[in-house]
């Protein structure tokens, strides 16, 4: 995995394109919309947008519920809207990565309409059908959306499969015609000039061999990692990724180490790279014990093989500074502190809008003010197996995926400058506060910094294909690692923490300077290094980058 490559020097901004920015004034953000801030994007320093998906859909999960893969949803704008956002992207030296829903479509696909129609129509395969078990749906399993991941049909009497909303029936990846007909429509995308892909859902395409009741149907794991996963990913790789030059990321749903490697081992021919959820949706709050030894156990294992990726947040998980920093009195230190990390750390960095100008979590008043299917549903459910509404609606707001999706914060005019109409959902309202604007005008904003930490990786192949090793064992607070490559070394030292904290060097060597550190970049101003016994003070969320000359 040393062998370089452009899309292992990737800095990927995440585009959630309906919260970005509104050109039309119908309160959605669209491409139109994106078109305009490429060059606040280009400034970032990044190389590469993904952007959410914009296919046609009746939206019931924001856009990952697909009725046509050819079509541009009309909410997001034209098909000349999307070409003229790649020609953009490209015409400012980016790529755009499209994020593509291939476990299931919408209910309103056509492929549905006509599986549903009757037993023996040609697509009913297309689709995972079983009979019921004595009037009971055939198995206990749930989706991650609803208590059963079945649901009858009336009209043929059996149930289909849905691992996410109802309507999102689950594709058939076992039959030939689907996997064929998918890959058509990405040579589509790809062959109008697409760079990259983000594959969703990918860990559940196969799935499990018997229809039988799982012992513990609230760990869904059984709806992923089932026998013939590995084979579509190759054949896929076969007939459709190896015959263009982009990047593949895969959504991996409870993928560790020992499995993870499987899908970015570059011997193997499936996917570029990963994104695991042991952080993301494993670890609630902040617990750098835990980080240490995921990020420890994950370098071990892609070392030498692939590559993986570096996120806190997505749409799909709450806003970084406010799970994972303090968003409070310490908001920009611990944007920039969380900034640091992930840019240093092995991996390919992912900003999620907003993210770069440390904008927080929302807290919406009631449960009407929220959007997220998955959210509202668990709500429902809760409240009606009677848990006081109240107490449901409280215990939902942390993790809700509308945290990250409340529209991005332009300036401190009307609705942040995201629209001139009524926004789609809820603005923050700390957007007088945090804002792109406000950034831009303060050389020491997250914004700054982000730009700053950003250049440094376009110049130091250090931070894409260093090594990497941690110095700092189980240290509770503080996160200090070492990366090397080609004759560059390099030590990055964190402190996660509202007090100041001593490091001490485990190692003689460094501790005695053997070689002279300069700073590269530090979150604070400072002048001091380690002294000569080879400690080290650092204030409350304070990060820096030593160089060893
Ligand atoms: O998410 C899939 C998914 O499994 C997430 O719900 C989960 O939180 C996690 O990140 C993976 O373990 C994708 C999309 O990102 C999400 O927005 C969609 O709702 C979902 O697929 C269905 O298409």
Known sequence: SRKPAWWKESVVYQVYWRSFRDTDGDGIGDLKGVIEK?????????????VNPFNESPDKDNGYDVSDYYAIMKKAGTMADFDRLLTETHARGMKLMMDVVVNHTSDRHPWFIESRSTRNNPKRDWYIWQDGKDGEPPTNWRSYFNPSCWELDEATGQYYMHSFATEQPDLNWANPEVREEIYKMLRFWLDKGVDGLRLDALALLAKPDKYADAENPRDIRYLTHNPGLHDYLQEMNREVF????????????????????????????????LFHFEVADEMP?????????????????????GFGSQFLNNHDHTRQVSRYGNDKEYREESAKLLATMIHTLPGIPYIYQGEEIGMTGVRYETIGDYQDIAMINKYVEEVGKGGDPAAVLRSLQPLSRDNSRSPMHWDDSTNAGFTKGTPWIKINPNYREINVERAEQDPNSVLAFYRKLIALRSRSPVMVYGDFTDISGDDAHLYVYMREYDGTKWIVLLNHGESPRIFTFPEAAIAQKTHNPVLVLG???TSETWNDEGTIELRPYEARIYEMK
């Open 38 to 50: 490429l060059d606040y994007i280009r400034s970032l320093g990044v190389t590469m947008l993904w």
């Open 242 to 273: 190896r015959h263009y030059d982009i990047m593949t990321v895969g959504e991996i749903a409870f993928a560790t180490p020992e499995t993870g490697v499987l899908f970015v081992d570059e011997e193997r021919n499936e996917l570029n790279t």
């Open 285 to 305: 709050e902040w617990d750098m014990v835990r980080f240490k030894r995921i990020q420890m156990l994950w370098a071990e294992s892609l070392k030498g093989r």
């Open 523 to 525: 979150t604070h101003e």
